[in-house]
């Protein structure tokens, strides 16, 4: 059974330590670290998230993986979303549905952050929940 919930300071740590040494066993550099963060699939980082995991065997590879892309990504330290933003992201769904990393990409944002700003917004729902119109009346 896998441990869930939040990583305490000292997982943050052990993961963090297993990802430069991950990289530097492999000899990616700084560049190569920035790829293993930033990019979801390829040939370079293929089974990097499965050895870097095996330093905290209580937590699956998902968790890890997630956990060091939030942390660490740098398009997830934009700060808050400012109103033009939110519209941007109101019109690439729109435009192009649900594609989390296509639109990620010309926002400058996380996949993960893209996703979670539209669900605060309140998804399709999102002119009722901006005029707050209650559907429960």
Not at 53 to 68: F, K, M, Y
Not at 80 to 96: G, Q, S
Not at 121 to 132: A, I, M, Q, S, V
């Amino acid at each position: 059974m896998y441990k869930r919930g939040a990583f305490s300071p000292e997982e943050v740590e052990i993961l963090k330590h297993a990802l430069c040494r991950y990289v530097k066993e492999n000899g990616l550099g700084e560049q190569g670290l920035l790829r293993l963060i930033t990019h979801y699939k390829d040939n370079e980082t293929r089974g990097a998230w499965t050895k870097i995991a095996e330093a905290l065997p209580d937590r699956t590879v998902q968790s890890c993986h997630n956990l060091i892309r939030n942390r660490f990504h740098p398009g997830n330290y934009k700060g808050r979303w400012t109103e033009e933003e939110e519209k941007e992201l109101l019109a690439l769904v729109e435009e192009k549905g649900r594609k989390w990393q296509e639109i990620a990409e010309e926002l400058g944002r996380t996949p993960t952050n893209v996703r979670d700003k539209y669900k605060s917004l309140g998804e399709e729902n999102h002119e009722d929940r901006k005029k707050g119109i209650s559907h429960w009346s």
